[in-house]
């Protein structure tokens, strides 16, 4: 069964203070992995697609990773506008719906 | 940008009321998708379509049923609403396999 587990469920960091947040996943293929920023009360915003094993995105402080069992997002010297909630998905094949598989997420708060 | 509309942020209902939860994109997108989240749970999929007048089921279709007379428009249709039905619905398009999905900013409905 194609499954996602993302670790740690909730992160709290001091401004600045840099780490990773992890993404384990397992699929019988992967057409893609993406991770998404969630704010509260709103719908899941597009970060990053990792299409194979050792690609990688960065994006300001963000930059994801991917091995053929795991993602990590990291983090560098974050800010508090940085909190929110980050999903963890992957888009299995064979399978031409486009439908994502999601992890739990992990809430990040960000203190000044 | 691609632009997902759910028409409503917040709504009451009442146990055993129909419930219709629209959802408009922009993009002409063929796939669009119902997803619910819960916390502790994530983001679990309802029910997708590929195309006009087609559907499947996803994870979680008990208690649900959906609507694509047009390309843009997805509608989820609860049919007698329950107070289990309480939840966070989130609407997405794609525009292809291996492509992100784009999501609305979600529709928080209770049931009382």
């Known amino acids: 069964e194609d499954q996602v587990t993302q670790s740690p469920e909730a992160l709290r960091l001091q401004e600045g203070e840099s780490s990773s947040l992890n993404c384990s996943y397992t699929?019988?293929?992967?057409?893609?992995l993406f991770w998404y920023r969630q704010d509260p009360g709103k719908g899941p915003e597009f970060l990053f697609t990792?299409?194979?094993a050792g690609e990688e995105k960065e994006k300001e402080r963000l930059k994801a990773t991917l091995t053929k069992k795991e993602s990590f997002l990291h983090i560098t010297a974050p800010k508090p506008e940085d909190s929110a909630t980050y999903l963890c998905?992957?888009?299995?094949?064979?399978?031409?719906?486009?439908?994502?598989?999601f992890g739990q997420g992990t809430t990040l708060q960000v203190k000044p | 940008d691609v632009k997902v509309t759910q028409s409503s942020r917040y709504l009451v209902k009442r146990t055993g009321e129909k419930v219709f939860l629209e959802c408009v994109q922009d993009?002409?997108?063929?796939?669009m998708f119902w997803y619910r989240q819960d916390p502790g749970l994530g983001l679990r999929l309802i029910y997708f379509?590929?195309?006009?007048?087609?559907?499947e089921k996803g994870d979680i279709p008990e208690g649900y049923s959906v609507s694509r007379e047009k390309k843009e428009r997805f509608s989820l249709i609860l049919e007698s609403a329950s107070t289990n039905q309480t939840s966070m619905y989130l609407c997405?398009?794609?525009?292809?396999?291996?492509?992100?999905?784009?999501f609305g900013n979600g529709t928080r409905l209770t049931v009382t």
């Open positions: 997405a398009s794609i525009s292809g396999q291996g492509s992100p999905l784009h």
């Open positions: 993009m002409d997108h063929e796939n």
């Open positions: 379509s590929y195309d006009v007048k087609m559907k």
């Open positions: 699929v019988s293929g992967l057409r893609g």
């Open positions: 998905a992957v888009q299995a094949s064979p399978g031409n719906t486009g439908k994502l598989i």
């Open positions: 990792l299409y194979s």
